[in-house]
């Protein structure tokens, strides 16, 4: 391992925690990125966009329907150099790394005004097949071991850009929560010869309390297991790796069943407002073995546990990162259910 002066160490960068062995990002160039309705400094030209993703403005310039673009203020660089674990001072583990990956934005509509309730059906079977085409072209990089497609929604969630976007952040590792999640189905695999998921899967169909709703290929649901009061998983009935996977009736499937999830956070949410939430796309990892292991899935997972309450991670869940939830799943499935949309 390659031992390096700690003053030396470039600014952006990744450090590794000896105690929960897990990096840490620290991208100082993010604080200067753009927010919504930013006034500009008096020696830059005068704009007429306050939206850098509008039409009118030259990151959401041309005709397109969905858009992928890199991302100006990025946590990861695909130009930094290799990642390579250093140790720095004295203490063997303190380690550090080049913040090397990829981060992109992706543009869901040209309409500021709108939110992936309102798309249409289109646009959103267009957004999938981008996905598709994204995650295909990130698992062509060799170094690269994680793509992952995201949405933060709201200002509650820290959203600074109300334009209906995502985003995708290519790692060169496996982030904790994957980890943990591809050991899980490996080890289920080898003990009982079969998928953790499609078992799951089973349960549920046969169960039913916790399913908000399905069709033909999926399935959304309050998981058994859910962290938050109104997490919603979807699930694809086929074992399927990732969303590149996918044929044309099923990604239409997904269009329509992620949209029915939207709405009814929406819904629920009232007022006429939009449902503040993450969304957290769990394709198979890249190119490692056994990928095959992996069954797609997509979490939602938003603050809200009822009108004005709001579930903040304090005490229990950030220094023992173990939730506490006040209302069981089935519970919050029926609300979902329930509700008009």
């Avoid at 939206?51 to 991302?71: M, R, S």
């Avoid at 919603?232 to 999830?261: C, G, Y």
Wanted: glycine share 4%.
């Amino acid at each position: 391992m390659e031992k390096t002066n700690e003053n030396s160490a470039p600014s952006p960068q990744q450090r590794w925690d000896p105690f929960l062995k897990e990096w840490v990002i620290y991208a100082p160039a993010r604080s200067k990125r753009p927010f919504q309705g930013k006034e500009f400094a008096k020696n830059e030209p005068k704009k007429t966009w306050t939206c850098p993703f509008c039409p009118d403005a030259p990151e959401g310039a041309g005709i397109w329907t969905v858009k992928q673009l890199p991302n100006r203020f990025a946590s990861l660089n695909e130009i930094a150099p290799e990642f390579v674990q250093k140790s720095v001072g004295n203490l063997y583990n303190y380690q550090t790394a080049s913040n090397y990956g990829k981060c992109e934005v992706i543009l869901y509509s040209q309409d500021h005004d709108t939110s992936f309730g309102t798309l249409a059906m289109a646009n959103i079977v267009a957004l999938i097949d981008l996905w598709g085409e994204r995650y295909i072209a990130l698992q062509n990089i060799p170094e690269m071991r994680y793509p992952f497609i995201m949405e933060n929604r709201g200002k509650e969630i820290g959203n600074s850009m109300t334009h209906p976007h995502g985003q995708i952040y290519s790692f060169p590792y496996l982030p904790p929560k994957m980890e943990r999640k591809f050991t899980a189905f490996k080890d289920y695999a080898s003990t009982n010869q079969s998928c953790l998921m499609c078992d799951i899967l089973q349960e549920e169909l046969r169960d039913s309390s916790r399913i908000i709703e399905q069709n033909e290929d999926f399935i959304a649901e309050i998981p058994f297991y859910a962290h938050w009061a109104f997490e919603v998983q979807i699930t694809a009935k086929r074992h399927v790796s990732s969303i590149a996977d996918l044929s044309p009736s099923e990604r239409s499937n997904l269009a329509v069943i992620m949209q029915n999830v939207v709405r009814r956070y929406d819904a629920l949410f009232g007022d006429g407002g939009i449902m503040p939430y993450v969304m957290a796309m769990y394709n198979a990892p890249v190119n490692v073995d056994d990928r095959d292991r992996w069954h797609f899935h997509i979490e939602f997972y938003t603050p809200f546990r009822g009108k004005d309450k709001w579930k903040f991670l304090a005490g229990v869940e950030l220094g023992a990162n173990t939730f506490i939830s006040d209302a069981l799943p089935e519970q919050n499935a029926k609300i979902l259910r329930d509700l008009q949309i």
